[in-house]
């Protein structure tokens, strides 16, 4: 049962737009969601994260939107650039057990320049 | 400060040995977790530790299994291998305990196995 999931494998944007990258969640006890960046051959990097007593979180050009009714969270990274090609993970945890993560699947966002 | 730091990077073994992985976490950060990434399961959470003592687990067989050190250091242990235990395994570490802000985790670059 994928909890956490993140429905578009690849997502392709030119420089200077902006990506949006997607999760949809089903477990409602989740209240903490984080993404993370990976690129190949290194380790997760933590980019933002949000609690659910907020909506929206942001961090320079990323932005973090959670709704929590639809149970889906969005990142948005304005502008793009070239260097955040790398693929994105979506994670959340719950109070009852808040150092395990649950990830979702990734989206491999690659910016044209 | 200096990062999360796996050893070794790389790692082959050959089915039915067992292997131990290290984990030096983020000086001052007390909980480290370990997770594995697979192609087709994504990345998976193996269990928890803080003070020595595991907190948490994930749904892995008995074969897999940790342990944290007084200096916060931890290893994983995984016996008897098998083709499928071929992975990317990962370690974290987050600061003190308590507090929704203490749920970010911190990699490392990762151990790759690979069972033959």
């Known amino acids: 049962d994928q909890q956490v999931k993140q429905n578009s494998p690849s997502l392709s944007v030119q420089e200077g737009r902006i990506s949006i990258l997607n999760c949809d969640y089903t477990?409602?006890?989740?209240?903490?969601f984080l993404w993370y960046k990976k690129y190949p051959a290194e380790g997760p990097t933590f980019l933002i994260s949000?609690?659910?007593?907020?909506d929206k979180n942001e961090d320079g050009r990323f932005t973090v939107f959670l709704n929590k009714s639809a149970k889906h969270l969005s990142l948005h990274i304005v502008p793009s650039q070239p260097g955040d090609s790398a693929v994105y993970f979506c994670a959340a945890s719950y109070s009852g057990s808040a150092r395990q993560l649950t990830f979702g699947s990734g989206t491999q966002l690659t910016v044209l320049p | 400060k200096a990062g999360v730091t796996q050893t070794p990077r790389y790692l082959i073994k050959t089915r039915g040995q067992q292997v131990t992985l290290s984990c030096s976490p983020i000086s001052g950060h007390r909980s480290v977790s370990w997770y594995q990434q697979t192609p087709g399961q994504g990345l998976q959470f193996l269990f928890e530790?803080?003070?020595?003592?595991?907190?948490n687990k994930g749904n892995f067989p008995g074969r897999f299994s940790g342990r944290q050190f007084s200096n916060s250091r931890s290893e994983m242990n995984v016996s008897t291998l098998e083709l499928g235990d071929s992975a990317l395994y990962l370690c974290?570490?987050?600061?003190?305990?308590?507090?929704?802000?203490?749920?970010?985790?911190?990699f490392g670059a990762g151990t790759r196995l690979s069972v033959l």
């Open positions: 530790y803080f003070s020595e003592t595991q907190r």
């Open positions: 949000i609690s659910s007593i907020k």
């Open positions: 974290a570490s987050s600061p003190d305990p308590g507090g929704s802000w203490n749920v970010i985790q911190y």
């Open positions: 477990n409602s006890m989740f209240d903490y």
